[in-house]
């Protein structure tokens, strides 16, 4: 069975400093891998996705992750952050077709802070 | 291109009262609709899934329905809300055809019972 796990709950940087957000999976194949973003009372946003093409992933605003398949990880980062990524963060991977559809599984969250 | 919309935005209802939570899709057919529901401080639970019209799974048994009368159209409703079915929903769809397919979501709707 697929799984997702994020390693920090929160995150707090400073606007104009690297971000990293960090995600785990657990996966008996290859697997897809996506990178959504949710600001307050807001529906999620795609950010990036991979499906086993680029290990390197380029997403919207500066975001970008890197598969590595040995490490079994799929980390979010971007170089300088701006106070508008503020939001929280899910990293989800695909199960595949199940039942008739792609069911996602989604981490915990991860909740970015962004201080002037 | 595709939009998905749902509505109420928001809600606030008496214990004990019914719920209809409307969500579609433009731009797409055959569409996979989905309703989540994400509870405070919680992750996201999936609640029903649906490959074609009347086609409905549920992942939970809870006191929610769901029904897709048309195409694009998905709705979630209960006859008697809880306390417990207080959150934020959110609709989502995919395209019909299998595989790794991300899921895109609508704005949301936070429900509140009192």
């Known amino acids: 069975a697929q799984s997702v796990t994020q390693l920090d709950s929160h995150v707090s940087v400073s606007e104009g400093t690297p971000v990293l957000l960090r995600c785990n999976y657990s996966?008996?194949?290859?697997?897809?891998l996506f990178w959504y973003v949710q600001h307050p009372n807001k529906g999620l946003q795609l950010l990036l996705k991979?499906?086993?093409?680029?290990?390197l992933v380029k997403g919207i605003n500066g975001f970008e992750a890197e598969f590595k398949k040995s490490e079994t990880s799929f980390h979010l980062t971007k170089p300088s952050a701006h106070m508008s990524d503020a939001a929280e963060y899910f990293c989800v991977v695909s199960d595949g077709l199940s039942g008739g559809y792609n069911k996602l599984i989604f981490g915990a969250g991860t909740r970015l802070a962004v201080h002037p | 291109s595709q939009t998905i919309h749902q509505w109420p935005a928001t809600l606030v209802q008496p214990v004990g009262s019914p719920l209809s939570l409307e969500c579609t899709v433009e731009g797409t057919s055959n569409p996979n609709l989905y309703w989540y529901r994400q509870a405070a401080g919680r992750g996201l639970q999936l609640l029903f899934y649906s490959v074609g019209i009347g086609q409905i799974s549920s992942e939970v048994p809870q006191n929610l329905s769901a029904s897709r009368p048309q195409d694009r159209q998905f709705i979630l409703s209960s006859k008697k809300l809880l306390l417990s079915d207080s959150g934020f929903y959110l609709c989502?769809?995919?395209?019909?055809?299998?595989?790794?397919?991300?899921?895109?979501f609508g704005p949301g709707t936070r429900l509140t019972v009192l």
């Open positions: 996966s008996s194949y290859s697997p897809s």
């Open positions: 989502a769809w995919s395209p019909l055809a299998g595989g790794y397919n991300e899921q895109f």
């Open positions: 991979y499906t086993s093409a680029a290990t």
